[in-house]
């Protein structure tokens, strides 16, 4: 089958991803600008507006995954994805048009409320993929936050203020106009009763013409998805049932308590986002300018910044393609166990200077290559690919919502931390959520690669899971 339209669309919806990066990187490239005598803005921001600024987008990011789940549902991926578009162009323009300090901070915290993008466009490109290259193209979603970051970091130290920002709103553009041109998800269309509307999307994603066997036999593979007995019955079992009524549908809440599977993915996929949380990227690329400074200060904070960014998103690109070769699991323990190895290294150099500084410098890129490798892309596949149409877009939403509760509560209260414990003991507490993170793995997450989703269901039935990593 041709994979064409399938990496286009995919690519098209990932330019939601790329502002996304871009915004959300931006505080990090002003923070020390906007705190210093010389700001652009009205006044310097104070030491608590600092810390809103670089956590106001996850207090954003709860209301927004809050009713994602909903929207999935009532509107549909795609016009969900141009909605949120639409917002960051109004955000773009109010940073263009006003330079108040409230402004900005308010325009930040709406950036979060657009955040749902991640979860939107995850859903989108797992639902559009065949099964052997779903989880590269669904890690291509996260490949995308890392290049707008990146771009954000290129242009910030040698063009103007307002010149970034019209970067931003033209990427915001582009993107609203090229969401006019792909076809929403056959899942998506399928659960609304759009039966023929789902064969022509999966057949435009496929290059196949309507009647192809290929199309209506992803079509009924839909079908028994979305029909999937709760107690994990196959579909070649339900056959044998003399009993043929239809079933009565059951409320989310009904689907939860029967279905063990859908439980046991739901904690699976729960606790993997909280180890994306705290095995503590997020705060090195927050603060990684202040780090640099304090641990290397031979080097420059904007040459560094941009170069972590460049790591991050080349080893994006082989971890996505990893994630379908060498599968979720391995990825997940050993990215796990690399990173752990990684802080503690760090964590030890900076707090006892026992090497010299290219150690710092070397470990300090390691680290979001085994990140990256790791907790920076599994989870993010799973909560795509591991649940029913009946309970996906809700426990979607729950766990993205648990993970910008996470995001905005480690972002807030990390300064206190740093100034009471230092950088060295930080990397300490972040090898040691590395190292949970690789053992719950090893023995609790099974392998889902090139797997449909009503062959990764019973995977959570089972007791033990081959400790193939």
């Not at 803005?41 to 030491?47: A, D, G, I, V």
């Not at 986002?273 to 090195?284: E, K, R, S």
């Not at 979607?396 to 950088?423: A, D, H, T």
Request: hydrophobic residues 50%; glycine residues 6%; aromatic residues 12%.
């Amino acid at each position: 089958m041709g994979v064409l339209r399938q990496f286009i669309g995919t690519v098209i919806i990932s330019t939601l991803g790329i502002d996304m990066g871009f915004i959300f990187t931006w505080p990090a490239s002003t923070m020390i600008q906007f705190g210093s005598a010389n700001t652009t803005l009205n006044r310097p921001m104070t030491e608590m507006e600092i810390s809103l600024l670089n956590s106001l987008s996850s207090v954003g990011g709860l209301i927004s995954t809050l009713t994602a789940g909903f929207m999935l549902d009532k509107l549909g991926r795609k016009y969900c994805s141009i909605a949120v578009s639409l917002s960051l162009v109004l955000i773009w323009v109010m940073l263009i048009v006003w330079k108040q300090v409230e402004v900005v901070l308010f325009c930040i915290f709406l950036s979060g409320v657009s955040s749902s993008a991640a979860l939107i466009a995850s859903v989108y490109i797992s639902e559009i993929s065949q099964e052997s290259i779903r989880g590269t193209m669904t890690a291509g979603n996260m490949i995308s936050y890392g290049i707008g970051g990146l771009m954000l970091f290129s242009v910030s130290g040698s063009l103007s203020y307002d010149t970034v920002l019209y970067i931003g709103l033209s990427i915001a553009i582009i993107s609203t106009s090229s969401l006019l041109l792909i076809k929403d998800s056959p899942m998506y269309l399928m659960t609304i009763g759009k039966e023929k509307e789902a064969a022509e999307s999966i057949a435009f994603y496929r290059q196949l013409p309507v009647m192809d066997k290929e199309v209506m036999y992803e079509v009924n593979v839909l079908k028994r998805a979305i029909n999937m007995d709760q107690d994990g019955t196959t579909p070649e079992e339900e056959k044998l049932k003399p009993d043929t009524k239809s079933k009565e549908k059951l409320s989310f809440w009904q689907f939860m308590r029967k279905s063990r599977s859908s439980r046991r993915a739901f904690y699976v996929s729960i606790v993997l986002q909280i180890a994306a949380v705290f095995q503590g990227l997020i705060v090195v690329q927050t603060y990684i300018q202040p780090l640099i400074m304090k641990t290397l200060p031979a080097y420059s904070p904007e040459v560094c910044s941009t170069a972590m960014a460049a790591v991050t998103v080349v080893t994006s690109f082989f971890a996505a393609y990893l994630t379908d070769k060498a599968g979720r699991r391995p990825l997940m323990f050993y990215g796990s166990i690399g990173a752990a190895v990684t802080c503690l290294v760090l964590g030890t150099q900076i707090q006892f200077q026992w090497g010299p500084t290219w150690i710092t410098l070397v470990s300090l890129y390691t680290f979001p290559i085994m990140y990256t490798f790791g907790a920076g892309t599994v989870p993010n596949i799973l909560v795509a690919e591991l649940f029913l149409p009946e309970v996906k877009s809700i426990l979607s939403m729950v766990i993205v919502e648990m993970s910008w509760i996470l995001y905005s509560v480690v972002l807030f209260i990390f300064n206190p931390i740093l100034n009471s414990l230092g950088w060295g003991p930080v990397f300490y507490i972040f090898a040691i959520l590395c190292s949970l993170s690789s053992v719950f793995s090893y023995f609790f997450l099974p392998e889902t690669k090139g797997l449909t989703v009503e062959e990764i269901q019973p995977l959570f039935n089972k007791r033990k899971h081959q400790n193939n990593v």
